[in-house]
């Protein structure tokens, strides 16, 4: 299967700091990736859609300025939480297609990072 | 909206039992749709994927699809406790769209 790689695997912060978040594609080339939140006991809400040389699409409710996320080329996004607050604590996790089929949609995350802010 | 339904659980069954798991969606357009597993404090792992109505078997798994009825379901056979976790349904319209995610089904698997 395709291997997506996120890093750090978990950071503890203060609050109003910055925190950068990073998702690579080890063994193929995303165009698209995307970012979920997952707070404790509840299922992945969709973030936004990381789109290699172009803007982030974000979801409703998702504010772009305090996520910013940057997809600098096909293997690698990032997700920066800016003046991080407590309420920002959760599972971030990112996700890419891996394109190796025509038609095949499959969609792999990686092992996600824990923020916590202080 | 787009739903993505499933019962929370927790489903409980015997080692060796089948394990049945449903899923129900609203948005017709709905293409892609697949099973993820989820051990407590880690990211969803790709288990089954399918596209086109009928079943898909992947050795203990069977993923089962339904179009007209907007129903997918995930079998397990053989349970096994290590298959203890939290299964998520997802769905998508087709290439580079996100999936929406069901709340997922936690599944216990008693040895």
């Known amino acids: 299967g395709a291997v997506v790689s996120q890093h750090p695997s978990w950071v503890i912060c203060k609050s109003g700091t910055s925190v950068k978040i990073e998702c690579r594609s080890l063994?193929?080339?995303?165009?698209?990736m995307f970012w979920y939140r997952q707070f404790p006991k509840q299922s992945l809400m969709l973030m936004a859609t990381?789109?290699?040389?172009?803007?982030?699409?974000?979801e409703q409710g998702v504010e772009k300025d305090k996520f910013l996320i940057n997809h600098a080329s096909l293997t690698l996004s990032t997700l920066t939480v800016t003046s991080a607050h407590p309420e920002d604590s959760s599972f971030y996790i990112c996700s890419a297609i891996n394109p190796r089929r025509q038609g095949s949609y499959e969609q792999y995350f990686g092992p996600g990072t824990r923020l916590t802010v202080t | 909206q787009k739903e993505v339904e499933q019962n929370s659980g927790p489903l409980s069954v015997p080692e060796g039992a089948i394990a049945s798991l449903n899923c129900t969606y609203s948005d017709r357009g709905s293409q892609s749709f697949f099973w993820y597993r989820q051990y407590s404090g880690k990211s969803p792992e790709l288990i089954m994927f399918?596209?086109?109505?009928g079943d898909k078997e992947d050795g203990r798994f069977t993923a089962q699809l339904n179009k007209a009825s907007q129903y997918v379901s995930l079998l397990i056979r053989d349970s096994q406790p290590s298959d203890s976790a939290t299964y998520l349904c997802a769905v998508s319209r087709s290439g580079n769209t996100p999936l929406v995610f069901g709340k997922g089904t936690r599944l216990s698997v008693i040895a």
């Open positions: 063994d193929f080339q995303a165009t698209t």
């Open positions: 990381s789109n290699e040389g172009s803007k982030a699409t974000y």
């Open positions: 399918i596209y086109s109505n």
